[in-house]
């Protein structure tokens, strides 16, 4: 099986999903960096909806002023004008129909490495909004999917690669350290022992089960495959709920993306993964990086 081309480097294609709102300006932004650090082609798809039969003209008799403008010319202006400058250098692609078919297709026909897409934000709230393109991209696209949620200041710094030690999340790892080669990456773990709640001095069992798990964390970064340029990561084991834990350390110590994997195998891990669309948007306040494991890597 040939490896994708996000695990032996940075993407050299990177595809913007866009459905020109305001919504995908961070997610410009974002690409636009990326591309710059990466030296990677854009390329930006916009889907349009099959027309409603009453904004045609099929008779031909209306007067040229109220005939409807044909909706393709119509995208392209706007996502020129939108995108700006940066059209001029990236390949445009509009298509009619399914906005998640046409997403993966695109980026499949164009050899793109990553997805990038941005969320909606409720003014109210405060929150942001995971739309159903979106959600439905997190479950299908086999191409990895950066869900960008905060403005493009500068390239990722923190970079949090959230695992449970099976072989999916050790793909996403690997994807990570090849997409930043020259960064020193934070691998969190968070777990919780079973039964100490219910020893009167759970305390010899705690150190027990930790150090079991600091010995599978040595072996799953042994076992994984590193790029030429690899740093030893900040390695950050706590016990406690992995999704609060990674919630709070992500707020607290300013962290840029979290990375994660599909498919993890803890229960834990399978609520955070299997939902992972909700709960990054939800609560976690930094872009995510949401990366599928092959077939033959989600066997444990």
């Not at 790892?173 to 039964?195: D, G, I, S």
Request: proline letters at 8%; a negative charge; glycine letters at 4%.
């Amino acid at each position: 099986m040939n490896m994708p081309s996000w695990m032996n480097g940075p993407p050299k294609r990177i595809l913007l999903a866009t459905d020109l709102s305001p919504r995908c300006d961070r997610a410009l932004d974002r690409v636009v960096l990326l591309a710059d650090q990466w030296q990677a082609k854009l390329v930006i798809v916009h889907v349009l909806e099959e027309p409603e039969p009453n904004m045609t003209d099929p008779t031909g008799r209306l007067p040229s002023w109220r005939r409807p403008s044909d909706p393709l010319s119509v995208a392209r202006k706007q996502l020129h004008t939108d995108v700006g400058p940066v059209a001029g250098h990236a390949t445009v692609v509009i298509e009619t129909g399914d906005p998640v078919d046409a997403i993966i297709r695109t980026a499949e026909n164009e050899d793109c490495g990553l997805i990038v897409t941005g969320l909606a934000r409720d003014e109210i709230l405060g929150r942001f909004l995971l739309g159903r393109t979106v959600d439905r991209l997190l479950r299908r696209s086999q191409v990895p999917l950066l869900v960008v949620k905060n403005r493009a200041r500068a390239p990722y710094r923190h970079v949090v690669v959230a695992t449970d030690f099976s072989n999916p999340s050790r793909h996403a790892l690997e994807a990570a350290a090849h997409m930043f080669p020259y960064q020193r990456l934070t691998v969190f773990n968070a777990y919780e022992a079973p039964l100490s709640g219910r020893m009167i001095d759970s305390a010899p069992y705690q150190r027990q089960y930790r150090t079991a798990v600091e010995q599978e964390c040595d072996a799953f970064l042994q076992t994984m495959k590193k790029p030429d340029q690899w740093q030893s990561p900040n390695v950050l084991i706590e016990h406690g709920a992995p999704w609060e834990l990674l919630r709070e350390y992500v707020q607290e110590k300013a962290v840029d993306l979290v990375v994660l994997g599909t498919q993890g195998r803890s229960a834990v891990m399978e609520v955070l993964l299997g939902s992972v669309a909700k709960m990054i948007v939800d609560e976690v306040h930094c872009d995510a990086l949401v990366i599928r494991a092959p077939p033959a890597a989600t066997e444990i």
